[in-house]
């Protein structure tokens, strides 16, 4: 269960109509948003204002982003989902 209580809110922002973007997404707020600081929950925020090629980009293609915040939750988005238990 999420102690946040705008999860329906940030849930529906992480659906983006992209399969991989999904997963990817869902999957980290799922299973690991609870647990990160403020920064990085601010910085996931930002990430999620992002157009979706922008953010396809970045998870799928591997592009770095130049903003030091979002490289690093991308990095940890990356590195902590197992996209194997998102459930869509």
């Known amino acids: 269960m999420h102690s946040d209580p705008n999860i329906r809110a940030l849930t529906w922002r992480c659906r983006r109509g992209m399969r991989e973007l999904d997963q990817l997404l869902l999957g980290f707020l799922n299973q ?3 647990a990160i600081d403020a920064d990085q929950k601010a910085a996931f925020l930002r990430l999620l204002d992002m ?5 396809f980009g970045f998870l799928v293609r591997g592009i770095v982003p130049g903003d030091p915040d979002i490289a690093a939750i991308v990095h940890t988005v990356l590195h902590q989902t197992d996209t ?3 459930h869509t």
């Open 32 to 34: 690991h948003f609870d």
């Open 51 to 55: 157009q979706d090629p922008e953010i």
């Open 84 to 86: 194997r238990t998102v």
